[in-house]
């Protein structure tokens, strides 16, 4: 099954209650929200509030990736805020087992986001514990940017790692995700599909979807 996960981090911040209803109507199965701190990355975006009110909306997966320092220190009020998934980054945090243990002990799903720039290999011994690995395919801290073809081979690298010990595991790819190479980064092994620009687009919402799933 291919999991569409549109980000939040490209609506149109003025009408994001009315978009994020029509993703609840929309065939997309998860809603990916962009956390940025402005430390980790060199932007700022949103937090508890406003993952607190859309929370209101729709009962959609809350897909939250974590882009900040420090993490473990806001695993508690991400899931008071209604996160069902929450994806730390690798680099962001030197205890990342135990803090994967504990957003699992709080019962909430939990993966680990990878930059283009780390290898693959430095996951391997922590994916028994992991619910998903997410492949960043673009440099983290902003939407619209071009994917980084490498991306795939990290991708083929997690999907055999999984398979090898034969954990079903969720392979997230985020960042420049479109119509055009969708089809080819599910064939490498990916299962959940990020997308913002390519689903915002002129707000033509639930036909970016549509092209999206007719393109797979
Ligand atoms: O985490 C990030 C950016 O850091 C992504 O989730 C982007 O928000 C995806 O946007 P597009 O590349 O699909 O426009
Ligand atoms: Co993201």
Redesign the pocket.
Known sequence: MVILSP?I??ADFKRLGEQVSRLDKSGAEFI?I?VMDGNF?PNISLGFPVIKSIREITKKVFDV?L?IEQPSKYIDEFIACGADMITIHYEADKHIDRTINYIKSKGCKVGIALNPGTPTCVIKDLIPQLDMVLIMS?N??????KFIEYSKDKIKEVSLMAKNIGKDLLIEV????DPTNIKSLVECGANVL?????VFKDDKIEENIDNLRKAL
């Open positions: 980000s981090l490209a990916h962009d990355v990736h882009m673009v983290p801290g902003f939407g619209g940017q985020d960042g420049g995700v990020v997308a913002g620009s390519a």
